[in-house]
């Protein structure tokens, strides 16, 4: 029976994994394809191409500028997901924000090959101590109507729709279903405080068990309780969801 019980158990967290799974890859394939939309703007590549051109005057630079923080602004105002946009430059320089003042942007070292490639740009997830919220960067180039690169729009995304998605399901009282990174770190989740985000490793990582895009197992999670979960990996990113159960309630009727 107690078998019987935790296989049952497994197959329901699997099902919601697998769930999950597909939405949030969907919703970061719509973040994607909205920033592509951002950046091919004509507010923005040919703002930004009077921004950088030599021969652009002083008035028509400022007018430009304008034009281009107003479209940023108005873009986060209407678009939940981001906390912030920016412009930058080919020389990794932010010229213009959403935000009230321009702040430190860290992109990766190759990050002109992947832009001029047209590979999108993704961080880690990363808690932002300004903002107080975990986030990442997505940032994608930024072309003139010619094809000249001009640079890349690159966005603060939020996991306030993640963690809308993770906590649809109910998975009883002790229930909870996470989205982790590749070494563990706890990114998002259906019932945790933020000052666990970013700052807790999750005991179901990827380095553990096997490479296979599904798996099952019975651990102590982070907080010492023993539960049942199951890990499923996601198709981007190199992020994982992980949905559990305590045994204590699912051995309860027993």
């Not at 394939?29 to 507010?43: D, G, H, I, P, T």
């Not at 923080?69 to 940023?72: G, M, R, S």
């Not at 259906?190 to 970013?198: D, G, I, P, V, Y």
């Given at each position: 029976a107690k078998r019987f019980i935790a296989e049952k158990a497994a197959q329901k967290l699997s099902d919601v994994t697998s769930q999950d799974v597909?939405?949030?890859?969907?919703w970061l394939?719509?973040?994607?394809?909205?920033?592509?939309?951002?950046?091919?703007?004509?507010?923005?590549?040919e703002n930004l191409e009077k921004i950088t051109r030599a021969n652009?005057?002083?008035g028509g630079k400022?007018?430009?500028l304008h034009r281009l923080?107003?479209?940023?602004r108005s873009v986060g105002e209407k678009f939940g997901d981001?906390?912030?946009?920016?412009?930058?430059?080919?020389?990794?320089?932010?010229?213009?924000?959403?935000?009230?003042?321009?702040?430190?942007?860290?992109?990766?070292?190759?990050?002109?090959?992947s832009a001029k490639a047209d590979v999108p740009i993704t961080g880690a997830a990363y808690r932002d101590e300004g903002l107080n919220k975990v986030v990442m960067?997505?940032?994608?180039?930024?072309?003139?109507?010619?094809?000249?690169?001009?640079?890349?729009?690159?966005?603060?995304?939020n996991f306030q729709t993640v963690e809308k998605i993770l906590g649809r399901t109910p998975l009883g009282k002790t229930g909870q279903a996470y989205l982790i990174g590749k070494d563990g770190t706890l990114i998002a989740g259906?019932?945790?405080?933020?000052?666990?985000?970013?700052k807790v490793k999750h005991p179901f990582n990827a380095a553990r068990p096997s490479e296979a895009d599904t798996v099952q197992m019975e651990y102590s999670d982070y907080r010492g309780e023993e539960v049942i979960g199951v890990l499923h990996r996601m198709s981007q990113l190199d992020w994982r969801v992980v949905a559990q159960i305590g045994k204590s309630e699912i051995y309860a009727e027993i």
């Open positions: 597909r939405e949030l890859d969907l394939k719509e973040r994607l394809y909205e920033v592509r939309v951002f950046a091919s703007s004509y507010e923005v590549s652009s005057g002083p400022t007018l430009a923080n107003d479209y940023l981001y906390e912030e946009l920016m412009v930058v430059n080919t020389a990794a320089r932010t010229v213009a924000t959403s935000a009230r003042r321009i702040g430190t942007l860290s992109l990766p070292p190759d990050w002109r090959q960067l997505l940032a994608v180039p930024i072309r003139a109507q010619n094809g000249r690169f001009l640079g890349v729009l690159a966005v603060k995304l259906s019932r945790l405080k933020s000052a666990e985000l970013t």
